[in-house]
């Protein structure tokens, strides 16, 4: 089945504990992508990637790192994270970078950072 | 100014009547993708239906059919035979062309729809 896997869905944590939120396709999709998504603010992209090893920032990088080593994974690091950072994460891929061509989106991560 | 306005915060609908959704958006790019996803409220982000800026027809997926007004630059979602199952967030989203920066999905405010049984 063609599908976006976001892991983990739901994660509480503390601040400052390293965390990776993973995301893989098996659509073989060039373009992948990471949202934020929060109340009033609607969604935001952090970072997106182009293919392999092409990465560049969205709206709201700050505080967030990411990596494409292979097509189909583009991991969503928080190196220190805040509180700030609470909320609902999605990864999302397309098969090219063009407007005609469907985002697809993994289920989400509901990250709460106390 | 805002590229995607959808200005039904809320709405209910009767079960098996259609409903229609309004999106209207804003750009000066004439390569551009209008989309439809619905979230329930488990919160995932599933994608309906998708229209191109050159498509000469309105997109249909089953019970969902995408107006599109080019010149009034709307893309009104219509569901038809509603059901329980689709009450959720509705989100109307552009994705501009080549030189759009980030290549991103920009999505308006979304539209809550509760179907009555």
């Known amino acids: 089945e063609a599908q976006v896997t976001q892991n983990p869905r739901y994660l509480i944590t503390v601040t400052g504990k390293k965390l990776t939120v993973t995301c893989s396709q098996n659509m073989n999709h060039e373009y992948m992508s990471w949202y934020r998504q929060d109340p009033g603010l609607g969604l935001r992209q952090i970072y997106y990637?182009?293919?392999?090893?092409?990465?560049d920032k969205g709206d709201v990088p700050e505080g967030y790192k990411v990596s494409r080593k292979e097509k189909r994974n583009f991991p969503l690091i928080l190196e220190s994270p805040s509180p700030n950072q609470t909320s609902l994460y999605f990864c999302?891929?397309?098969?090219?970078?063009?407007?005609?061509?469907?985002?697809?989106f993994g289920d989400g991560t509901r990250l709460s950072i106390l | 100014a805002q590229k995607i306005t959808q200005t039904q915060p809320g709405m209910f609908v009767q079960e098996k009547e259609a409903v229609t959704l309004d999106c209207t958006y804003d750009t000066s790019d004439p390569s551009y993708g209008l989309f439809w996803y619905k979230q329930p409220s488990s919160g995932e982000m599933i994608f309906l239906i998708y229209q191109g800026s050159y498509d000469q027809q309105n997109a249909t997926e089953g019970r969902y059919s995408l107006n599109f007004q080019k010149a009034r630059k709307s893309a009104n979602l219509v569901i038809s035979a509603s059901q329980l199952g689709d009450s959720a967030m509705y989100f109307c989203a552009m994705r501009e062309g080549l030189g759009a920066a980030g290549n991103k999905l920009t999505f308006g405010g979304g539209t809550r729809v509760l179907v009555k049984p």
């Open positions: 990637s182009m293919n392999v090893e092409v990465t």
């Open positions: 999302a891929s397309s098969l090219s970078k063009t407007p005609f061509t469907v985002q697809h």
